[in-house]
């Protein structure tokens, strides 16, 4: 080979390697290839799931925030993951192209709740439970069940006076008792207590390692869910017999023209249990601890209370709450708001990318993780002045668009919200009208399980006010 036929092999190939480079840099819609959001992907297999888990996760959030912006990529729990803490991304993957990136969870959560409970799906089986589960937890419907929801709140409160009690395992118990009731109607207390037994056990085994042998806490919780489920089905088997109309939720399912399965009914009763009752709870539990914290704050919200039993009185009204007294809470709601904003109980909700998804200039690949962040948004002072600050008067004004999402947004937001608050607003009413409470231990730590609570669930000691 001559010397000249040399040089031509060798520019041909050096000529290559640049043009497969170059065309490496573009996908096959001639767009450039987008980069990867920046962040580090720890360990093989293991990634970064012991520096998130090793620390309180929230720390680790803020410090990737802070080296590398708002979008941030990682690798958790052998999940690749893109993770985003400003509100205009999480309205991208929540609201505007929320069918690019699909609920996603661990097949045993999926297997012990019920593949087919709402928040699994998308697509027209979502849209149609969706449209059930709204029917029954709409102002509309929930509107008739204040008394019902009250007489659980002063039977709570009624058992703990005097008494150390544990504010989470406490307010655990209401918030089944008014789920059951929203689900079931009245006939909830015939089935409260075999029903409570078996979500008990369910529970245990939730976050427990997925090995279905006998004697494991996963094979109990299973078993403990077929209990669950063959008791809604005798439920279901009994209100066909009588076909009277209910305007609870189990009604709603019934009622549905197209027919959902017994099946998918039971997993969706017990998906909704799953939904209402910690974050409820937690939410009542950060609400006494701020309100404890707060004495200026709780006096304001005390003396609101009093007025509308005042003005229930002056009107000649029944004593018990309704509907429109809880419309007259204007500082208790705001209560509710700076606490879902504070104590941020879901720090953040997870979705799976369908497709290749671009976003500002990064590259979401198919498949990873997509998680965002709802108490950076809440935390940052972009958003909030003073974000540390637990300050209900924040709320006189309203929050700048996408920046408040306790409740989620988009299509999977949490059709409870309107529940959840008034089931809030009518146990603080009688809390604050009657009782007063002292904080027993420690009270700076914050636990997660996975919803933030105060640590150790918040002992507190509880006695009618003089
Ligand atoms: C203060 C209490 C509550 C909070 C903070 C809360 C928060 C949320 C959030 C953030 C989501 C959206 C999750 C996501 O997008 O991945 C959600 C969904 C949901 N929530 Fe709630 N929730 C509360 C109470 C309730 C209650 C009382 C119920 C029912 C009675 C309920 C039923 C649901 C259901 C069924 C979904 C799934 C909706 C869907 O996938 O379309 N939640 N909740």
Not at 75 to 84: A, F, K, S, Y
Not at 339 to 345: D, E, H
């Amino acid at each position: 080979m001559d010397f000249i036929s040399l040089c031509f092999i060798l520019s041909s190939l050096i000529f290559s390697f640049f043009l497969i480079n170059y065309l490496l840099k573009f996908s096959s819609f001639g767009h450039v290839k987008l980069p990867l959001p920046p962040g580090t992907m720890g360990w093989p297999y293991i990634g970064e799931t012991f520096q998130l888990y090793s620390q309180n996760p929230n720390t680790f959030f803020a410090s990737k925030v802070k080296k590398y912006g708002s979008i941030f990529k990682t690798h958790i729990l052998g999940c690749r993951c893109v993770m985003i803490s400003s509100p205009e991304a999480a309205k991208l993957v929540l609201v505007s192209k929320a069918h690019l990136f699909k609920p996603t969870f661990p097949a045993s959560k999926e297997r012990m709740l019920g593949k087919q409970a709402i928040f699994f799906h998308q697509g027209d089986y979502h849209t149609k439970l969706r449209k059930l589960v709204l029917r029954a937890f709409m102002p509309e419907a929930i509107k008739n069940i204040v008394s019902e929801v009250e007489s659980l709140a002063v039977g709570s409160l009624e058992s703990w006076e005097g008494k150390l009690i544990t504010t989470f395992q406490e307010m655990k118990t209401y918030a089944f008792n008014v789920a059951l009731l929203s689900i079931l109607g009245k006939d909830e207390v015939l089935y409260r207590e075999d029903l409570k037994r078996c979500y008990y056990n369910l529970e245990k085994g939730y976050n427990s390692m997925p090995i279905n042998l006998p004697g494991t806490l996963f094979h109990k919780a299973m078993k403990a869910r077929k209990e669950l489920a063959q008791i809604l089905a005798k439920i279901l088997s009994l209100r066909r017999e009588t076909k009277q109309n209910y305007n609870d939720l189990l009604g709603s399912f019934m009622g549905d023209a197209e027919g959902l399965t017994d099946e998918q009914i039971a997993d969706n009763m017990i998906g909704v249990i799953f939904a209402a009752r910690d974050t409820t709870a937690s939410v009542l539990t950060w609400i006494l601890k701020y309100l404890a914290e707060n004495p200026s704050v709780l006096q304001a919200v005390t003396e609101e209370q009093e007025a509308i039993i005042k003005d229930k009185e002056k009107c000649g009204e029944e004593k018990s709450l309704n509907w429109a007294d809880t419309k007259k809470m204007p500082i208790t709601t705001r209560v509710i708001q700076e606490t879902l904003r504070v104590a941020s109980i879901l720090s953040f909700t997870f979705r799976e990318a369908v497709e290749d998804v671009e976003f500002n200039g990064y590259l979401i690949p198919k498949g990873w993780k997509v998680l965002p962040l709802f108490r950076n948004i809440h935390h940052s002072p972009d958003n909030f002045t003073e974000p540390e600050k637990f300050d209900p008067s924040r709320f006189e004004v309203a929050p700048k668009p996408n920046t408040f999402m306790p409740f989620g947004n988009g299509t999977h937001s949490c059709p409870g919200n309107e529940l959840a608050k008034l089931e809030i607003l009518v146990l603080v009413h009688h809390i604050t009208t009657k009782y007063r409470w002292s904080m027993m231990g420690p009270q700076n730590g914050i636990q997660y399980g996975p919803f933030a609570l105060p640590q150790n669930g918040l002992p507190i000691r509880l006695s009618l006010r003089t």
